[in-house]
């Protein structure tokens, strides 16, 4: 099976060469001529755990090929997926003129049947309007169909969810498309992967309620916390207590600093949106927004009770990125929460083990560091944002030793508070 890719961000790339890894034929395409580049020499261009030896090893098996050459990618292969970004506009809703931009050259070439599928993240109904753009485009010169086939791979494990799904969605018309896909996703089936087959709406649907209900978990468990907080309860012990509850499940309670990433924050505000135009007020959706928000403020004003007035104070910052293994910026807490507190007066300084590149086209006045002992020294208070593996394992003696004061303010309940208080920490975490 022949097929082109639209679009080598991490959706594209990640199902690009994991598909060339089943079998396919792959050529990636890209309008961005250096991210091309890169891919070429076997490169990556962002961090995603085992993605590049993937991208080395099928380039060098030839199933896996890169271009900027939209036509060829588009003549040479049968199946087009478009995995193009859908930024949110302004109000909230998704800005789909690069789907749009791209579908209507992807139709200009099309001189053959061929499949359109949609992975990226769009409106319900947009399948059917992409299906109207492309009808104008071809105006009958060849035949055509339109798949939904969302994605719901986690940034910094999306090849492991890629080959273990929990299922597979594909919105689809008709059986000749329905049969193309199962052909692309066999290898899964034959692990009995569920793969749930329906309408290109409901395929559509089924992606931004996955989100929003996880979303909606995890401000959930953040509101619970705080509430554990004025009431002296521990929220590690309510989440598992809930959790063993086979109809809530234990995934997604983790309290923290509210989530961030590319996904969540995105498609709820456009879940909102979508409702809005319905005239069906999105309620839950909205308060888990409102909730995540708030969430962020909190933490400041959780840094401020432990350290008091922070004008003048350093504050050291362990983890940038909005989650551990990337170095994905996108809507992160690290970043209300530093500007928060510069804006409070704070002096920062940051650690991060593959963020900080990134980090700088973000921020001012960071002080970057080579590791968590460097921003431990000198700093009032260290605060614990993103969960990486290297901060589970600090010694902690050594940091105490290095902080002006032993103030360490741990947004992902990392550590033990008791260990922490009976160390001479002053501690605090999350709901505890
Ligand atoms: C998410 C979905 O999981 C994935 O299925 C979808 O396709 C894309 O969006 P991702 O954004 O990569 O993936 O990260 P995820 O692991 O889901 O975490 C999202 C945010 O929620 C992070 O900021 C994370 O720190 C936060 N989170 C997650 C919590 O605060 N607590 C939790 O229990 C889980």
Same mark, same amino acid.
């Given at each position: $099976?022949?097929?082109?890719?639209?679009?080598?961000?991490?959706?594209? @790339?990640?199902?690009?060469?994991?598909?060339?890894? !089943?079998?396919?034929?792959?050529? =990636?395409?890209?309008?961005?001529?250096?991210?091309?580049?890169?891919l070429e020499k076997g490169e990556s261009p962002f961090y995603e755990p085992g993605l590049e030896d993937l991208i080395?090893?099928?380039?060098?098996?030839?199933?896996?090929? !890169?271009?900027?050459?939209?036509?060829?990618?588009? +003549?040479?292969?049968?199946?087009?997926?478009?995995?193009?970004?859908?930024?949110?506009?302004?109000?909230?809703?998704?800005?789909?003129?690069?789907?749009?931009?791209?579908?209507?050259?992807?139709?200009?070439?099309?001189?053959?049947?061929?499949?359109?599928?949609?992975?990226?993240?769009?409106?319900?109904?947009?399948?059917k309007w992409i299906k109207g753009v492309i009808e104008e485009e071809v105006k009958g010169a060849c035949t055509f169909?339109?798949?939904?086939?969302?994605?719901?791979?986690?940034?910094?494990?999306?090849?492991?969810?890629? !080959?273990? %799904?929990?299922?597979?969605?594909?919105?689809?018309?008709?059986?000749?498309?329905?049969?193309?896909?199962?052909?692309?996703?066999?290898?899964?089936? @034959?692990?009995?992967?569920?793969?749930?087959?329906?309408?290109?709406?409901?395929?559509? $649907?089924?992606?931004?309620?996955?989100?929003?209900?996880?979303?909606?978990?995890?401000?959930?468990?953040?509101?619970?916390?705080?509430?554990?907080?004025?009431?002296?309860?521990?929220?590690?012990?309510?989440?598992?207590?809930?959790? *063993?509850?086979?109809?809530?499940? +234990?995934?997604?309670?983790?309290?923290?600093?509210? !989530?961030?990433?590319?996904?969540?924050?995105?498609?709820?505000?456009?879940?909102?949106?979508?409702?809005?135009?319905?005239? =069906?007020?999105?309620?839950?959706?909205?308060?888990?927004?409102?909730?995540?928000? +708030?969430?962020?403020?909190?933490?400041?004003?959780?840094?401020?009770?432990?350290?008091?007035?922070?004008?003048?104070?350093?504050?050291?910052?362990?983890? /940038?990125?909005?989650?551990?293994?990337?170095?994905?910026?996108?809507?992160?807490?690290?970043?209300?929460?530093?500007?928060?507190?510069?804006?409070?007066?704070?002096?920062?300084?940051?650690?991060?083990?593959?963020? $900080?590149?990134?980090?700088?086209?973000?921020?001012?006045?960071v002080v970057y560091c080579k590791g968590p002992y460097e921003v431990a020294e000198g700093s009032h208070a260290l605060?614990?944002?993103?969960?990486?593996?290297?901060? +589970?394992? *600090?010694?902690?003696?050594?940091?105490?030793? /290095?902080?002006?004061?032993?103030?360490?303010?741990?947004?992902?309940?990392?550590?033990? %508070?008791?260990?922490?208080?009976?160390?001479?920490?002053?501690?605090?975490?999350?709901?505890?």
């Amino acid at each position: $099976m022949k097929i082109c890719m639209i679009g080598s961000g991490y959706v594209g @790339l990640v199902t690009g060469a994991c598909l060339a890894e !089943f079998g396919m034929e792959i050529i =990636c395409v890209d309008s961005d001529k250096a991210k091309i580049a890169t891919l070429e020499k076997g490169e990556s261009p962002f961090y995603e755990p085992g993605l590049e030896d993937l991208i080395e090893k099928n380039m060098k098996d030839g199933g896996l090929s !890169f271009s900027t050459d939209t036509k060829k990618g588009v +003549r040479a292969s049968t199946v087009i997926f478009i995995a193009v970004g859908t930024p949110a506009n302004s109000d909230g809703s998704p800005d789909l003129s690069h789907v749009e931009a791209v579908v209507r050259e992807v139709a200009s070439y099309m001189n053959e049947y061929k499949i359109i599928v949609l992975k990226s993240t769009v409106p319900v109904g947009t399948g059917k309007w992409i299906k109207g753009v492309i009808e104008e485009e071809v105006k009958g010169a060849c035949t055509f169909d339109l798949v939904s086939n969302p994605e719901f791979l986690r940034e910094g494990a999306a090849v492991e969810d890629f !080959f273990r %799904p929990d299922r597979v969605v594909i919105g689809a018309e008709n059986e000749k498309a329905i049969e193309a896909m199962k052909e692309i996703y066999n290898a899964l089936y @034959l692990i009995e992967t569920p793969i749930v087959i329906t309408t290109i709406e409901t395929a559509e $649907m089924i992606k931004y309620a996955s989100n929003a209900f996880l979303a909606t978990k995890v401000s959930f468990i953040n509101e619970i916390a705080n509430l554990c907080e004025l009431v002296g309860a521990d929220v590690h012990d309510v989440a598992r207590g809930m959790g *063993l509850d086979g109809r809530i499940g +234990r995934k997604f309670l983790h309290p923290g600093p509210g !989530f961030g990433g590319s996904c969540f924050p995105k498609d709820t505000k456009a879940l909102v949106h979508i409702g809005r135009e319905h005239n =069906c007020e999105m309620e839950i959706v909205q308060s888990t927004i409102r909730v995540n928000e +708030r969430q962020r403020e909190r933490m400041i004003e959780k840094i401020e009770q432990m350290v008091g007035d922070v004008r003048g104070k350093t504050i050291g910052i362990l983890g /940038l990125a909005f989650k551990p293994n990337t170095d994905d910026m996108r809507e992160a807490s690290s970043i209300p929460i530093i500007q928060g507190l510069q804006a409070k007066g704070a002096r920062i300084k940051a650690y991060d083990p593959e963020a $900080m590149e990134a980090a700088k086209k973000v921020f001012k006045d960071v002080v970057y560091c080579k590791g968590p002992y460097e921003v431990a020294e000198g700093s009032h208070a260290l605060v614990l944002v993103t969960e990486w593996n290297q901060f +589970r394992l *600090l010694n902690l003696e050594r940091i105490k030793g /290095l902080l002006l004061e032993p103030v360490f303010v741990d947004l992902r309940n990392v550590y033990e %508070p008791l260990h922490m208080r009976e160390m001479g920490f002053r501690y605090c975490g999350v709901g505890r």
